[in-house]
């Protein structure tokens, strides 16, 4: 059995059910299984799998995250090249510091740059990925042949107890590195934009969306995103269903979509806050958000053209950047779009989402202005639990 297929089959047996993943020659078995079993019941666990080809590492961290608020056990299947760019989100969201939400992942990592390595350019990062990952807390153990496994059961066991681990995997160079056959000829289709210019004047605040979109919805969850978002959803209604994300800039959507794709056994929507600059730090994982549309989520993007919790400085969607048309080059469903800047549409928009299958994107053009409202009184990890808690009860009333 080949080293990558034991953890696998580990991974399982723990009940890790919720897989992201980007490619190293060296993994890339694991992740054609983990594409071919996407949405099928493993014999040893109760939910089905869920697999996510991840376009950038980071975005994988508030996956997870998301879908552990969600009930699942998460595990990202890497090149140890990627870590550098996951060390925010890693610290902010999975390590066991202050101010971390203290989310426990797993993280798969072909170890590259080692003895034997004939590129160059891994060494930097393979060098320093056992210390990056002591950076953020991740506990970790190198194997190589499958006798080696023995640490990294032990690590599951911490895995399980809320620790957040990391298991090194080292190439076996005795065998050609593996490819996929290529496809050769295929037909791609080259999809047109076709958002039309538009010319609005915003005249909602962030305050005056929030406060209607509160006033309008039942039991929804709601993932709002880092900043002024965040204290204004608090100042105006505060609720055990709000997930108030206080770092990760540009993953509120990420996060929400791990949640979402994680909460389909209940009939209760997702509403997600992501801000224009957020977006535009992130947008390359839209096209996650498009591959995968799940019914259950509407983003609804607070564009005021300005990073706004920072001071106002403008951002490119100020002028330069339609995020709609963006989000629809992701490949985002053009009829679930929606740019909105009156009151009325937004409530219009709203109850349709509320009430059909998405997913929806709203994109408001909202003013600069935002409200003097106090910072959050309570740690993210109360946070977390409220929510968690939240959810719960919403699957025992579904089921009762
Ligand atoms: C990675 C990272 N870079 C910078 C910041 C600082 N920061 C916090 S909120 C924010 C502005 C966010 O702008 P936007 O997403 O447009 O939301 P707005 O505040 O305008 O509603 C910035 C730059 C941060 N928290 N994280
Ligand atoms: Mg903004």
Redo the contacts with the bound molecule.
Sequence with gaps: MELYDEIFHMCSEHEITFYSTLPCSHNLKLIQKLEELDGKMLENTTKPLIHIPLVREESGISLSAGAYLGGRKTAIVIQSQGLGNMV?LMLSLNSQLEGSYKIPNLLIISHRGLEGEKINAQKPVGLKSKEILDLVGYKHCSVKHISDLQKFQELLGAYDRGQSIAVLVEPDRSKPAYRIEPMSSITRTLKENSIPEKKVKASLT?HKVISEITNHIGNEFIVS?????SRELYSIKDRAQNFYLT?C??HSYTLALGLALSLNDIDQKVICF??????L?NSGSLSILAHKKPKNLIVIL?D?G?????GNTT?YALNNVNLSSVAQAFGFPKANIKIIFKKESLVECLKYALSNDGPFLFHVIITDEYQDVPILPFSVVEIKNRFMRSIEDTRLSNIS
Excluded at 274 to 279: K, M, W
Excluded at 306 to 310: D, F, K, L, S
């Design positions: 925010t962030r995103n880092i900043g002024h978002p770092s800039l540009g992501e801000g224009d600059g957020g977006l730090m607070l005021n300005v990073w706004g919790t920072t951002t």
